[in-house]
């Protein structure tokens, strides 16, 4: 089992505005699903990823597969989420008083519109252990609503390195 830690850069790619800042990401891992073997016993995570700057907070879990080299290891994980972002972001619209319409292109530029409260969750990381209980990891995460029933799907992505520990 193992709790990582990372401060990040965090950045939202997206149609509308991009949530730039600072998170703290911690996620526990357990130990593989051995009955699961015909799909390579994956091992399951939960985890959160909190702003520093007031921007989206994610909350995931899901399925981790594994592949080891001595002290190089790989990670590939899928599964859900839930945030507390915008679901929906206010447009510009002809007829509106100009204050209006430019307080709404400031928070597009600002903030992603999310769609959903749930979204499809994608990791990857790749990791060397230092000794039994310590290791550095390259982590790359992303949340998505796959355009499932919207036309909204900024989506977010992290790439970020972290210090991990074993329990």
Do not use: C
């Not at 679901?87 to 430019?102: C, D, I, Q, S, T």
């Not at 600002?110 to 990791?127: I, K």
């Amino acid at each position: 089992m193992g709790v990582g830690y990372t401060a990040q850069s965090i950045v939202y790619p997206g149609s509308h505005g991009t949530e730039r800042g600072s998170s703290v990401n911690a996620e526990y891992l357990f130990k593989p699903i051995t009955a699961l073997h015909f799909i390579g016993s994956p091992r399951p995570f939960v985890g959160v990823s909190a702003s520093l700057n007031g921007f989206t907070d994610f909350a995931s879990i899901g399925l981790l597969w594994r592949v080891e080299r001595g002290r190089f290891y790989a990670d590939l994980g899928a599964g859900g989420a839930v945030h507390n972002g915008e679901l929906f972001l206010p447009p510009p619209m002809v007829g509106l008083p100009l204050e209006e319409n430019l307080r709404r292109r400031e928070i597009r530029e600002e903030r992603s519109e999310f769609g959903y409260r749930e979204l499809y969750h994608a990791m990857f990381d790749v990791g060397w252990r230092l000794n039994d209980r310590w290791a550095v990891e390259l982590l790359g995460q992303h949340w998505s609503n796959a355009h499932l029933g919207t036309s909204s799907n900024d989506g977010a992505d992290i790439l970020s390195a972290r210090l991990a520990f074993r329990l």
